[in-house]
């Protein structure tokens, strides 16, 4: 059956993203190299409390200065850490050619408060989803079926009705487990090709 709605995760599909580029920004105003200090952001306890909504923006600050001493304000810190994003823009276009189709369209990323608050200034295309599932506000991350059943109270929509897109081949399992068609993104032209197989895209 052709899918009613495309729902897509967000980091490495619709924006890629690099955490050294926050940790640069960060050691220029701390006490640890940059190595350093991406080894805290990524393996720390800290960025899955964060991105499941058990710390707040103001408890990671607080973490991040005891650990390194950075010197900066927390709005200095906001913005170190969240502008670590580039778009991918071939999947930007894809992502335009289903709504251009009047195909629903999702995001469903594991992610938190001040990476969205980022990408929804910086980036155009991202108010141009029909909705939003959260890790930071549902209260767990992909793969926990939680997430996966919020989606679909949001949209609706179960079972093959629903395709799904994701880099990670966890999260894409648990998608599948509930019946979703789906596809672990590797590229933007294997992806394009999997929509057009499915009838979900009719040009290009």
Not at 82 to 105: K, N, V
Not at 156 to 172: C, H, Q, S, T
Request: a negative charge.
């Amino acid at each position: 059956m052709t899918p009613k709605i495309v729902v897509f995760d967000l980091g490495k599909v619709l924006v890629d993203f690099d955490y050294i580029i926050a940790a640069r920004r960060i050691a220029a105003r701390a006490a640890l190299p940059p190595g350093e200090v991406k080894d805290l952001l990524l393996h720390t306890p800290w960025l899955d409390r964060y991105e499941t909504g058990r710390m707040t923006r103001a408890e990671l600050f607080d973490e991040v200065c005891q650990k390194t001493r950075f010197r900066g304000t927390i709005e200095e810190f906001s913005d170190f850490f969240a502008d670590i994003f580039t778009p991918i823009p071939p999947m930007i276009e894809l992502h335009a050619a289903l709504r251009r189709q009047g195909i629903p369209t999702y995001i469903f990323s594991n992610t938190n408060d001040l990476a969205v608050e980022h990408i929804q200034r910086s980036f155009l295309f991202f108010a141009h989803f029909d909705g939003y599932i959260f890790s930071h506000e549902i209260g767990v991350m992909k793969p926990d079926a939680k997430m996966y059943e919020a989606l679909e109270r949001l949209a609706g929509r179960r079972g093959g009705e629903i395709f799904y897109l994701d880099d990670r081949a966890e999260n894409v399992a648990a998608g599948a487990a509930r019946g979703w068609q789906v596809i672990l993104h590797e590229a933007p032209e294997k992806t394009r090709a999997a929509m057009h197989k499915l009838g979900l895209l009719n040009t290009g």
